[in-house]
């Protein structure tokens, strides 16, 4: 409770949240998420991580049944595209698992990322990827190229979204 209290006390300082009697309603989602990301620690969720010469296509594939995809490969899932060439995957799921199909490495550089399965994402993923939210926080988080060109073609889409709705539906009612 104590955490709860100290988020929606600054999300209230920040004007995001109006407080009601008996809870509170987000005004502003998109500072919200902004300060998720600010706040969110993505290396320490990194249960284990290692390098593998296959291509990310290949990877993706070969990641244990269940596993939850966010950053790069998250979004690829929910839009079917990519904005620019991705070489890591950042994943949800058993390191244990992950180990087995993907041993440790002594290679430096890495481009396998399994964060510490999370019960939540288990059951709101969509087909395999992250929520928005979820894909936009990891990728803030990760930050630099090609993160940051992922999260502005992800926020002009998202911008989109509404318009396109609305013009869908004076379309149908002309």
Not at 39 to 55: E, G, V
Not at 141 to 164: C, N, S, V, W, Y
Request: proline letters at 6%.
């Amino acid at each position: 409770m104590d955490t709860v209290n100290r988020v929606v006390t600054k999300l209230n300082q920040f004007h995001t949240i109006k407080k009601k009697p008996l809870g509170f309603r987000v005004v502003d989602p998109k500072k919200v998420l902004t300060y998720w990301a600010c706040t969110r620690n993505l290396a320490n969720d990194i249960a284990y991580s290692t390098y593998s010469p296959n291509s990310v296509l290949k990877i993706e594939d070969e990641m244990p049944h269940g596993t939850v995809f966010t950053a790069f490969s998250g979004y690829r899932l929910r839009f079917g595209k990519t904005p620019t060439h991705y070489e890591k995957v950042f994943a949800y799921a058993d390191p244990a698992e992950v180990r087995r199909r993907f041993p440790e490495s002594t290679a430096e550089r890495k481009n396998v990322f399994v964060l510490r399965p999370d019960p939540h994402l288990a059951q709101t993923n969509k087909d395999g990827a992250a929520s928005l939210a979820q894909i936009y926080v990891d990728l803030w988080q990760l930050g630099g190229d090609p993160a940051d060109r992922f999260l502005l073609e992800m926020e002009t889409m998202l911008k989109a979204k509404p318009i396109e709705a609305l013009k869908t539906l004076a379309r149908k009612s002309s």
